[in-house]
């Protein structure tokens, strides 16, 4: 089993940035992934971006190239999501993710869920 926990959501304004933190604990496989996932209720989970950390693979979603930005904490098993240009849509739920088989770019891929944490953009 793996635990997953996020920090560093908040409110900021249009423009602004923010710093997510995802640390993994538990059982790490070779084959794992870690990525990020967002929600605005009454909506489905959408998709933002992953790692292979065994393989140094980052993907993007749409949304999210050339604003956000995956990086490796100084800590083991720990994802950074550098969030930069925020803007009001952005505003939702963020979601680490794990995922034993190495890709992380829909929901059926992830086993592992952390609690999430709010991101709130104004404009």
């Known amino acids: 089993q793996v635990q997953l926990v996020e920090s560093g959501g908040g409110s900021v304004q249009a423009g602004g940035s923010l710093r997510l933190s995802c640390v993994a604990s538990?059982?790490?496989?070779?084959?794992?992934?870690m990525g990020w996932f967002r929600q605005v209720p009454g909506q489905e989970r959408e998709y933002i971006a992953f790692?292979?950390?065994?393989?140094?693979?980052?993907h993007y979603a749409d949304s999210a190239k050339g604003r956000f930005t995956l990086s490796q904490g100084n800590a083991k098993n720990t994802l950074i999501l550098q969030m930069t240009s925020l803007q009001p849509e952005d505003t939702a739920v963020y979601y680490c993710?794990?995922?034993?088989?190495?890709?992380?770019?829909?929901?059926?891929?992830?086993?592992?869920w952390g609690h999430g944490t709010q991101v709130t953009v104004s404009s």
């Open positions: 993710a794990g995922c034993d088989i190495g890709v992380c770019t829909v929901v059926a891929d992830v086993s592992y």
């Open positions: 538990g059982t790490i496989y070779r084959t794992f992934a």
């Open positions: 790692t292979d950390f065994n393989g140094g693979r980052r």
